[in-house]
């Protein structure tokens, strides 16, 4: 199972941005997919999460202001990113938990890439 993150780049401070991840490979079905990021020397947090059904999650520091949608069809999610600030730049990672064709008992994680995405003042 393979996850690829577009859409990151270099955005003014109170701009927007999309991301997208695909999920391909080896999957039966895609569980709970989620997008995380990480600030440079700051641990990886959670910024969105989505369940199947489409249940949604986001932490305070961006409700409101971060959008995830996905589509079960295309194994694809997305985040949309307004009024981004100074302090959202991080390298931003997809998360998927996927049943694969082979061990349908379980779901496992999986990550994308990372694709960089910077808010000037």
């Known amino acids: 199972v393979q996850l690829q993150a577009s859409g990151g780049g270099l955005v003014q401070a109170g701009g927007s941005l999309r991301l997208s991840c695909v999920a391909s490979?080896?999957?039966?079905?895609?569980?709970?997919m989620a997008w995380y990021r990480q600030a440079p020397g700051k641990e990886r947090e959670l910024v969105a999460r989505?369940?199947?059904?489409?249940?949604?999650y986001y932490p305070e520091s961006v409700k409101g202001r971060f959008t995830i949608s996905r589509d079960n069809a295309k194994n694809t999610v997305y985040l949309q990113m307004i009024s981004l600030k100074p302090e959202d730049t991080a390298v931003y990672y997809c998360?998927?938990?996927?049943?694969?064709?082979?061990?349908?008992?379980?779901?496992?994680?999986?990550w994308g890439q990372g694709t960089l995405v910077t808010v000037s003042s």
């Open positions: 490979g080896n999957i039966f079905k895609v569980n709970d």
């Open positions: 989505a369940s199947r059904t489409g249940d949604t």
């Open positions: 998360n998927a938990r996927v049943v694969t064709m082979d061990a349908r008992l379980y779901d496992y994680s999986f």
